[in-house]
């Protein structure tokens, strides 16, 4: 017999829609067209070249940073190539006629042949008046043909070259209209924010403390995982809690659990163990906010308008430039990573020392009864640690 339904909240029922969404990048013949495109040898060059420019830095005394992956490097050149000569951004297109400037009049939903439909923004001319439709796909594998569109398109597309370069990939979604990605990075063993759209690797706060936005839920979706990422991508916690509206911390935190679980059970036992580990470093790593570092506050705002700067986010604390042969492309924007200490440490626990510390740090029953505010998050991320140590 069929269970009836509960009426879920558009929020929630989106974070199932996303999170069924992403395993498109997983299938592999779609992997192999995907890597197909990328020069993957010229981009392993250029890493090797930063690699080599990275260790003369570090004999010279410019810098003291010798824990370079040579994974990293080559998503800093997958960055800068998918941005630079792979995908290229559309506000409004131009007209399909005179190629005019056009403007933006409604939305037509087109059915793809039983398949799956698409939406599709009409645009009209203002020269000539000819109508211009642009389809926002969602899947992929158009995206590799048409290789255009606005932040979903980027992300979604992103998201599959770097599975199909076998890293470990989440789409990010921010409801207050952004999309992004992240790739685990197991030399520093955690993720690391990646915006395609930006050509920028591990700024997490620039959004919202370079472009001023109100960040109430980011989520982040891979093949094993749905995870509330929000704490990574605010230093003012307080204030994210109070914007968080759209369902109970609870039911979010149900509907995670629900999702992860299920999406799980077919995994190894190993596998899942890692990926419990790795959640409860991640955990941690959410509980403390962190400050935003000068490039985050300041810099991003300008990088929003001009292609041409490239981030390169390398270790902790380096000030040194990275010089490059690209004809176009010059400026360089080196990041510090301010609170990687405090990540690494938290990272380095057992996964029942890290219990005990989340132990420590539970508000009292009472506390929480008290007061509304400390059941939800970070007490929410405990109550999720919880679950999964016990
Ligand atoms: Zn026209």
């Known amino acids: ?51 080599r420019s990275l260790q003369k830095a570090v004999k010279s005394g410019q810098n003291k940073e010798s824990d370079v992956d040579i994974q990293e490097l080559v998503l800093l050149e997958l960055l800068f190539w998918f941005k630079n000569s792979f995908f290229s951004w559309v506000d409004s297109p131009e007209c399909s006629k005179c190629n005019g400037p056009t403007k933006f ?25 000819a109508q211009t439709l642009f389809p926002r796909y969602s899947d992929p594998e158009k995206l590799l043909e048409t290789r255009r569109g606005r932040c979903g398109e980027w992300a979604n597309c992103f998201m599959l070259m770097c599975r199909s370069l076998g890293w470990d990939t989440r789409c990010v979604v921010d409801e207050t209209d952004h999309l992004w990605t992240e790739v685990y990075s197991g030399i520093r063993g955690r993720w690391l924010h990646c915006d395609p759209c930006e050509n920028v690797c591990d700024a997490p706060l620039m959004y919202e403390a370079g472009w001023g936005k109100q960040l109430s839920y980011v989520m982040a979706y891979s093949r094993d995982e749905v995870q509330d990422v929000t704490w990574r991508y605010s230093s003012q916690h307080d204030r994210v809690l109070e914007r968080r509206t759209a369902c109970s911390e609870a039911e979010l935190l149900a509907t995670m659990m629900e999702l992860r679980t299920a999406r799980q059970r077919c995994l190894s036992a190993a596998r899942r ?28 705002l300008q990088i929003r308008t001009t292609s041409s700067q490239f981030t390169v986010l390398l270790s902790q604390s380096l000030e040194f430039t990275v010089s490059r042969t690209t004809d176009l492309q010059r400026q360089f924007t080196v990041l510090e990573l301010g609170s990687l200490q405090l990540r690494s440490t938290a990272l380095e626990l057992r996964s029942l020392q890290l219990r005990s510390t989340a132990l420590e740090l539970r508000p009292s029953d009472a506390d929480a009864d008290a007061d509304a505010h400390s059941s939800r998050t970070p007490a929410g991320l405990l109550a999720l640690a919880f679950s999964l140590t016990e």
């Open 1 to 51: 017999m069929k269970q009836k339904k509960i009426p879920q909240q558009p929020f929630l029922q989106r974070v199932r829609n996303d999170f069924a969404a992403v395993l498109r990048c997983e299938d592999k013949a779609l992997q192999c067209k995907a890597r197909a495109l990328i020069p993957v040898r010229d981009l392993e060059i250029a890493a090797e070249r930063s690699m």
């Open 105 to 129: 009049v409604g939305h037509r939903i087109i059915p793809d042949n039983g398949k799956q439909s698409y939406r599709n923004e009409v645009y009209v001319c203002e020269l000539c008046q």
């Open 273 to 300: 163990t890692h990926l419990t580990r790795r959640l409860l470093g991640e955990l941690v790593e959410f509980l403390t906010p962190r400050q935003p570092t000068d490039n985050e506050r300041k810099h991003y």
